[in-house]
């Protein structure tokens, strides 16, 4: 140590060590070991210049209450860091930062953390099996726990599992949106407020307004007025969310798991050409994988690999059926 006061012993540095030690494990590294070491030496020799004359079991004193500080300091410095992860980023597309350093897949998110997506990038932000959040080109958002989102900026996807009992809510300027069990989108610009249900329903708060919207509805709330109009769940409105896919593990899975799957990233409602190919998907057992393609690719790979077809129109449901095999060519005509 440097810069010590002449009162300052080696028997009260060897006690500070000792109560440093006595912090719990997690501490990381040695430079915040060492500041908290300083500022608490520090304070100590600031008192010591106010306390000169009086007793020396006053230093006793302070030394048992400046565990008290050590302790609480090394909370702060040391344990922060190491608060429990609320999600994990699953997925990156382009540029993707928190606090301006930048992202990869895989990373865990704490609360209090800032997710900011560039220019023609985006991310997939898993809390649980049944919660995600994607995050579209240009938005800013705060984790600011594990079932509230804040949305500065820019657009956001929410996923909940069908049945699945979770809390959570996105706060913008303009006013909250809560969940009721449902696939929406929320889109912040200042005062505009614009929320798209694709499945299942949401509250919406905004000042005096508490208005309800679902499925298939948009809800636009600008300065107090509030417009309604409708939105399929195949909208082109929706293509930036099937870019970032949540992803899925077909290894084991039957067929028809997977459609329930394409149906719910795309929103397109899946049909079979006959009751025959429904008992066939039911049965028919995937191997391999389709990671990080895009549904609709992903959907003509797998229906092949059981030797079935998915029509797809423009508009409508897409049917699965038995792959068309191409007519026989004729055999030569003999010479």
């Known amino acids: 140590m440097t810069d010590k006061s002449e009162n300052w012993t080696e028997a009260d540095e060897a006690r500070l060590v000792r109560l440093m030690r006595a912090v719990p494990r997690a501490a990381p590294e040695p430079a915040?070991?060492?500041?908290?070491?300083?500022a608490v030496q520090a304070e100590w020799r600031e008192l010591q210049r106010e306390t000169a004359r009086r007793r020396p079991?006053?230093?006793?004193?302070?030394?048992?209450?400046?565990?008290?500080?050590?302790?609480?300091?090394?909370?702060?410095?040391?344990?922060?860091?190491?608060?429990?992860p609320v999600a994990s980023l699953d997925l990156v597309h382009g540029r993707v930062t928190d606090a301006?350093?930048?992202l990869v897949a895989g990373a865990m998110l704490r609360a209090g953390a800032t997710l900011e997506t560039a220019a023609d990038s985006g991310a997939l932000v898993r809390y649980s099996p049944d919660l995600t959040l994607r995050l579209d080109s240009g938005t800013r958002?705060?984790?600011?726990?594990?079932?509230?989102?804040?949305?500065?900026?820019?657009?956001?996807?929410?996923?909940?599992?069908?049945?699945?009992?979770?809390?959570?809510?996105?706060?913008?300027?303009?006013?909250?949106?809560?969940?009721?069990?449902?696939?929406?989108?929320?889109?912040?610009?200042?005062?505009?407020l614009t929320v798209a249900v694709r499945e299942g329903a949401v509250?919406?708060?905004?000042?005096?307004?508490?208005?309800?919207?679902?499925?298939?509805?948009?809800?636009r709330i600008d300065g107090g007025k509030v417009a309604r109009s409708s939105v399929a769940g195949d909208d082109a409105r929706?293509?930036?969310?099937?870019?970032?896919?949540?992803?899925?593990?077909?290894?084991?899975?039957?067929?028809?798991?997977?459609?329930?799957?394409?149906?719910?990233?795309?929103?397109?409602?899946?049909?079979?050409a006959d009751d025959g190919t429904r008992v066939r998907a039911a049965s028919a057992i995937l191997h391999g994988s389709?990671?990080?393609?895009?549904?609709?690719?992903?959907?003509?790979?797998?229906?092949?690999?059981?030797?079935?077809?998915?029509?797809?129109?423009?508009?409508?449901?897409?049917?699965?059926?038995?792959?068309?095999?191409?007519a026989p060519r004729p055999a030569p005509a003999p010479h």
């Open 100 to 102: 301006g350093g930048p």
């Open 238 to 272: 929706w293509s930036w969310v099937e870019a970032l896919p949540a992803p899925i593990v077909i290894e084991g899975k039957s067929l028809a798991e997977f459609l329930r799957w394409y149906a719910a990233e795309t929103g397109r409602r899946v049909t079979y």
């Open 32 to 38: 915040a070991r060492r500041r908290a070491f300083d």
């Open 141 to 192: 958002v705060t984790v600011e726990d594990a079932g509230t989102l804040r949305l500065a900026s820019g657009r956001v996807y929410v996923a909940v599992a069908p049945g699945t009992t979770v809390a959570y809510v996105v706060r913008t300027d303009a006013g909250d949106v809560r969940h009721l069990g449902t696939h929406y989108s929320v889109e912040a610009h200042g005062a505009e």
């Open 203 to 219: 509250q919406v708060g905004a000042g005096a307004h508490a208005e309800r919207a679902v499925a298939g509805e948009l809800l």
């Open 57 to 84: 079991a006053l230093r006793a004193r302070w030394l048992a209450a400046a565990s008290v500080a050590v302790i609480a300091l090394a909370g702060v410095l040391w344990l922060a860091p190491f608060a429990r």
């Open 290 to 326: 389709v990671d990080g393609l895009p549904p609709a690719q992903a959907l003509v790979i797998v229906t092949a690999s059981v030797d079935l077809e998915a029509i797809v129109p423009k508009e409508g449901p897409v049917v699965i059926g038995p792959a068309q095999r191409p």
